[in-house]
């Protein structure tokens, strides 16, 4: 229901920042919940960071400390700021999107590579 483009992957080095970007196709105003999740090989899709509903937000305990996450409503955009990035890090990043409880939309993923 909901459309998502993630942008902003990346190769960085250990102890780098890198901004991602992901850009609703309607207003964010519709999407209750909305966050950042992401899958390293071999492993299943975890949390990273996401909105709650009444603006609460929860964090991982990797991204705690690390990572901001935000959303520009009058764009439709959200971001993830990521800092001292470490390579457990790697990962494809995927925006997703909850309009219904239970239900969740994804963007297609943006890889992020962490070296050294």
């Known amino acids: 229901q909901v459309q998502l483009v993630e942008s902003g992957g990346g190769s960085v080095q250990a102890g780098g920042s890198l901004t991602l970007s992901c850009v609703a196709s309607g207003s964010m105003f519709s999407i209750p919940v909305m966050g950042w999740y992401r899958q390293a090989p071999g492993k299943e899709r975890e949390l990273v960071a996401r909105?709650?509903?009444?603006?609460?937000?929860n964090y991982a305990d990797s991204a705690k400390g690390r990572f901001t996450i935000s959303r520009d409503n009058a764009k439709n955009t959200m971001y993830l700021q990521m800092n001292e990035l470490k390579p457990e890090d790697t990962a494809i990043y995927y925006c997703g999107a909850s309009v219904t409880t239970g239900s969740w939309d994804w963007g297609q993923g943006t890889q992020v590579t962490v070296s050294s």
């Open positions: 909105f709650l509903r009444f603006g609460k937000i």
